[in-house]
């Protein structure tokens, strides 16, 4: 109840701002569906979904002209469960981002506060879970490497370049705010893309030094946070597209190194994965091959291919993989509102570690007790 009178006092404060030199906008998403799975657990499950395709979210964004080419910017953003009416992370209001900073016309901008790594500013946009039209279930397993953003960093210090001829780069620190353990929870990361026609590419680096060491830290395992802490985290990858015509095809790799596994996000409880991991290495690469389709203005189709190849060493040894099929179709009914139907096979062999059998474990819903989890959904958006 109090975070609801402080959201609705926030935008009642800006919604009487009128300078002419300045602006706040307050945008959105918001999605929302039936959801089958056929496995979760050992038991099929029918379910009213929140952001099963795309997040569902809202924000403040504001801009105030301070001359020649100078601006003072904020972002205020928060994921919320539309079908409760509780935000994502009980105990955090703007769990998406939350920043202050300047913005030069002609160098770029520099914004301190909770923003998202530049894998998912860069790398993102060409996969298909990161790409416009959204598909969250598409993501690669545990989204291991933040392409569906499941998590922003704290305490950062980020740079984004202008826009120099089609080529974007940029790079963000977060740090571990706390005293002498400078290095402990700490994050960094870097990346660019370029587009040039109907071709782009991107490629992105990040590394998280002992997630989930501390609550203070850039960033902790749970909700709205990393799915999996670990002592090192290390994630690179590039991507490519081309449009031609209605169609756009691409493919992105991106390969993922979590050494000293600890903590396994309470998403996963009971399942393989908080009996296998912890104390291993699990390195993984992804190759992903995506298009879309303009079948008309209105209809249009997408769909996507990841083979996922796991290596667990330490404490155990094994070899788990993943093969996840997507299929999307979306109709738009206004620029604003669409409604689409979407479909996931997953496939998983092999064996984490601890000698414990590896299950497939589809974004949004709770893993499977075996190797294959089918989810379906129909649902609407509406982004404001």
């Known amino acids: 109840m109090r975070k609801s009178l402080i959201v609705a006092g926030i935008v009642s404060l800006?919604?009487?701002?009128?300078?002419?030199?300045?602006?706040?906008?307050?945008?959105?998403?918001?999605?929302?569906?039936?959801?089958?799975?056929?496995?979760?657990?050992?038991?099929s499950a029918w379910q009213e979904g929140s952001g099963v395709v795309s997040n569902t979210y809202f924000g403040l964004r504001g801009n105030e002209d301070l001359g020649g080419g100078l601006h003072a910017i904020f972002t205020l953003e928060s994921d919320f469960n539309l079908n409760n009416g509780q935000f994502q992370d009980g105990s955090t209001m703007f769990n998406r981002q939350a920043y202050v900073g300047l913005k030069s016309d002609q160098y770029g901008q520099v914004t301190l506060g909770r923003q998202y790594d530049s894998v998912v500013d860069y790398l993102a946009p060409i996969s298909a879970a990161g790409a416009g039209f959204g598909n969250n279930l598409a993501a690669h397993p545990l989204d291991n490497d933040n392409l569906d953003n499941s998590f922003s960093l704290k305490n950062t210090v980020k740079y984004s370049s202008a826009n120099y001829a089609g080529f974007q780069f940029g790079g963000l620190?977060?740090?571990?705010?706390?005293?002498?353990?400078?290095?402990?929870?700490?994050?960094?990361?870097?990346?660019?893309?370029?587009?040039?026609?109907?071709?782009?590419?991107?490629?992105?680096?990040?590394?998280?030094?002992?997630?989930?060491?501390?609550s203070a830290g850039s960033t902790s395992v749970g909700a709205g946070e990393a799915n999996i802490g670990a002592a090192l985290q290390r994630t690179y990858g590039v991507g490519l597209n081309y449009t031609y015509g209605p169609a756009v095809v691409g493919f992105v790799w991106t390969h993922t190194q979590l050494d000293g596994i600890g903590a396994v996000s309470n998403g996963f409880s009971g399942s393989n994965f908080a009996a296998g991991l912890p104390g291993t290495n699990l390195h993984l690469d992804n190759y992903e091959i995506n298009g879309r389709y303009a079948l008309t203005p209105a209809l249009g189709i997408a769909a996507a291919y990841t083979y996922t190849d796991g290596k667990v060493s330490g404490t155990g040894t094994g070899?788990?993989?993943?093969?996840?099929?997507?299929?999307?179709?979306?109709?738009?009914?206004?620029?604003?509102?669409d409604v689409y139907a979407g479909g996931v096979y997953q496939h998983a062999s092999g064996e984490l570690g601890n000698g414990v059998a590896n299950v497939a474990v589809v974004n949004g819903?709770?893993?499977?007790?075996?190797?294959?989890?089918?989810?379906?959904?129909?649902?609407?958006?509406?982004?404001?």
Request: charged share 10%; aromatic share 12%; glycine share 12%.
């Open 14 to 43: 800006f919604a009487v701002t009128a300078h002419a030199q300045s602006s706040v906008t307050l945008y959105g998403s918001l999605d929302a569906g039936l959801v089958y799975s056929n496995n979760q657990g050992g038991h």
């Open 173 to 214: 620190y977060g740090f571990s705010n706390g005293a002498g353990d400078f290095s402990n929870n700490r994050a960094w990361s870097v990346g660019a893309s370029y587009a040039n026609g109907p071709f782009n590419v991107a490629a992105a680096y990040l590394q998280l030094n002992n997630s989930g060491a501390t």
């Open 319 to 337: 070899d788990p993989k993943w093969h996840t099929v997507s299929l999307e179709a979306d109709y738009s009914l206004s620029k604003r509102t």
């Open 365 to 384: 819903v709770s893993p499977s007790s075996n190797g294959n989890q089918v989810v379906g959904t129909i649902g609407m958006r509406h982004r404001f």
